[in-house]
């Protein structure tokens, strides 16, 4: 089996589980127009379709990851890790800008370079969840100024 297909299979097995757990997902009432599933099942949706893309598509042979491919993957792994940790206690807009230094170093970026992305990215983002689509985000450490 090709890489692409291996991925492909694990892309439809990952959307099939998003899948079981957010459609079970529901709000003790409704204080939002979007609820709580409609995200995971967008996900689960568009993970499902590259999946079976690359399933149907296939590729080439099995090659053996490169030199220092690893140890990207393992940093990429604890930023991820620390993201998820640090969400609530410090909020949206920090974590995520926070989370795009080490993110954008592993890319090749400089620090400042990453810090600049994360920033406009979280405060992108930030402002079509909370104001476009009223979803509330962790203010964490930025509570009451934001």
Not at 26 to 46: H, N
Not at 54 to 82: D, F, K, M
Not at 100 to 129: C, D, E, N, T
């Amino acid at each position: 089996m090709s890489n692409d297909r291996t991925l492909g299979v694990a892309a439809l097995i990952l959307a099939a589980i998003m899948l079981a757990f957010g459609y079970g997902l529901e709000a003790p009432f409704a204080y939002e127009p979007v609820g709580p599933k409609t995200f995971p099942l967008i996900a689960a949706a568009i993970i499902a379709l590259c999946g079976a893309i690359l399933v149907i598509r296939g590729g080439g042979a099995v090659v053996p990851a490169g030199p220092g491919v690893n140890r990207a993957l393992l940093s990429l792994a604890a930023s991820l890790l620390a993201y998820a940790l640090l969400f609530q206690p410090l909020g949206f807009l920090v974590s995520t800008t926070l989370v795009m230094v080490p993110i954008a170093a592993i890319f090749g970026a400089r620090w400042w370079q990453g810090l600049l992305a994360g920033g406009s990215i979280a405060m992108g983002s930030y402002l079509l969840f909370e104001r476009a689509l009223a979803v509330v985000l962790p203010a964490g450490v930025l509570a009451g100024i934001i």
